[in-house]
């Protein structure tokens, strides 16, 4: 008996059509499809299969294989590879959990079923009935009593399986890439204990988890190009939500002192490694807290998922550890002083802080020739990308900061900060801006700068302000970039790598 099983193909049988060095992909294809016309023929079809009772997976079994060796169990999955016998085969099927080997004899399954597994193929999904035992080089495997083709695989896996590497088909084709490629799986699987842990942590704050619309008649909340479309009833353009803040908050004014959304938002802007068209945060407000409190909730909740999910605070990203355990916070002024030799405390006109930034390389837009906007294009061009451990950024110009507080002590700036990680934008707090009449003048002042050319400025959102009227409390806020955090929790290069299913451009045909 031998379970030397190689799982590339290029070690099956001569006669599988997957071996692609021997025959094309239409020529695969086509027996592929015969196959599967002869077993309809026969009666035989497995799409007509609609349920396979199992007892475990594989990785149930593995874990416990010394109390169930002779034990009869069922399992079902994928074949990705097979060593094809006279009387005998051995073979590895893939389920959600992982690998197992299966050995099939001729004498224990019959002649018939014999003749049809060795007559299918890599990819086919079957189920399997057994007992565990131990093969004598020690792999933990099933001793096939019946076999079963629930699924006929009509396309071979790629690159003879294990090749399966190109990012680019990859992520057009996420389906395979999960199955070639088991460690992806990991990545997903991390994700979604993430999401879970996050509901856990703000559920446990007492946080409601809230639903709003993603069909907006105003793009609002954030700084950004929305998508458009058209309500043929209504006969008006909406626009896909570019942010939940303006919905949130107005749950505030309404009594919901603590709520919070996750979901996706959609933004008709560049495409990099670190933005997809669609994207996943989550946003939550809390009536009668400040910035502070913002800040605590942010560290805690990386802290508390790094702890849950991962079981470390050190987390491997590229070449460097990010240190969750230490948080540096400080202005953008300060940080800008740190990183530029630039004191903005100094500066005390329009005309010093261009002059200023002129010297280093910065060119200021005609529109954007203040103070605010100055300190603001530095930190963005200069420092951020120096931010390499979590550090929190606060007091920010209210140019660049609409919706949230001036600072009582400095009329200049906001009470808002974002926390950066690799030199990447995490999240984004206010101490929200709740004075109605200073919210319309600011936002008249985003419809100035639409109206001259800047299709990312906030439109006018008159029901808002109205909301604002009513009263909200003393509120704090804050956006978390979900994808982000997943591609530093996962040690990720691309954001599209913790997307299951990226926006690829099409290829043309």
Same mark, same amino acid.
């Given at each position: ?113 014999? @003749?049809?597994?060795?007559?299918? $193929? ?5 189920? /399997?009935?057994?007992? !565990?035992?131990? =093969?004598?080089? %020690? ?57 879970? @842990?996050?509901?856990?942590?703000? $559920? ?5 988890? /809230?639903?709003?619309? !993603?069909?907006? =008649?105003?793009? %609002? ?289």
């Amino acid at each position: 008996m031998s379970d030397n099983t190689n799982n590339n193909q290029q070690n099956l049988n001569t006669n599988n059509p997957d071996c692609e060095q021997e025959v094309d992909l239409a020529e695969i294809l086509q027996v592929r499809r015969d196959k599967l016309a002869a077993l309809v023929a026969a009666g035989k079809n497995p799409f007509e299969i609609t349920r396979y009772d199992r007892t475990h997976n594989s990785a149930a079994i593995l874990s416990d294989a010394e109390n169930l060796i002779d034990k009869e169990v069922s399992i079902a999955g994928r074949i990705v590879s097979r060593r094809i016998m006279g009387k005998a085969s051995f073979c590895h099927i893939l389920d959600g959990e992982g690998q197992i080997q299966i050995y099939v004899k001729k004498d224990e399954v019959g002649e018939e079923a014999y @003749a049809d597994f060795k007559n299918m $193929d890599i990819g086919d999904i079957i189920g /399997v009935k057994g007992s !565990v035992f131990v =093969t004598h080089t %020690g792999e933990t495997s099933v001793r096939v009593s019946s076999i079963t083709l629930l699924a006929k695989s009509l396309r071979p896996l790629p690159e003879k399986f294990h090749g399966f590497k190109d990012t680019d088909t990859r992520y057009r084709q996420r389906y395979v890439d999960l199955i070639a490629n088991p460690e992806v799986k990991k990545t997903f699987v991390i994700r979604s204990k993430v999401v879970s @842990a996050i509901r856990e942590y703000l $559920d446990g704050l007492g946080f409601l988890e /809230v639903e709003t619309p !993603v069909l907006n =008649t105003i793009a %609002g909340g954030a700084t950004a190009r929305p998508f458009v479309t058209h309500h043929n009833t209504l006969n008006i353009d909406m626009y896909l939500r570019i942010a939940t803040e303006l919905y949130l908050k107005r749950l505030v004014v309404g009594g919901f002192e603590k709520v919070y959304e996750m979901g996706r938002m959609f933004r008709n802007e560049g495409m990099d490694i670190r933005h997809n068209p669609e994207f996943t945060t989550i946003e939550l407000y809390e009536a009668y807290t400040d910035l502070e409190h913002m800040m605590e909730i942010a560290q805690n909740m990386f802290c508390y998922c790094a702890d849950k999910v991962l079981g470390t605070r050190l987390l491997p990203y590229n070449e460097v550890v990010i240190d969750l355990n230490n948080w540096t916070r400080m202005s953008m002024i300060e940080a800008v002083r740190m990183h530029t030799g630039i004191d903005f405390n100094q500066i005390k006109s329009d005309e010093e802080a261009l002059a200023a930034v002129k010297n280093i390389g910065i060119e200021m837009p005609k529109a954007k020739q203040t103070w605010g906007y100055c300190l603001y294009e530095v930190f963005d061009q200069k420092v951020e990308e120096k931010l390499i451990q979590p550090t929190f950024i606060y007091d920010y110009p209210v140019e660049v900061s609409p919706l949230a507080k001036r600072k009582a002590s400095d009329p200049r700036m906001t009470e808002r900060f974002e926390f950066f990680i690799y030199a990447r934008e995490m999240g984004n707090a206010f101490s929200e801006l709740n004075d109605p009449i200073d919210q319309y003048n600011r936002f008249a002042d985003q419809v100035k700068q639409r109206d001259s050319g800047d299709d990312e400025a906030q439109m006018m959102d008159e029901d808002y302000v109205t909301a604002l009227e009513y009263g909200l409390p003393p509120t704090g806020g804050i956006g978390i970039g979900i994808d982000r955090m997943i591609m530093l929790f996962t040690n990720s290069y691309s954001i599209r790598d913790v997307l299951l299913f990226p926006t690829m451009k099409p290829i043309k045909k």
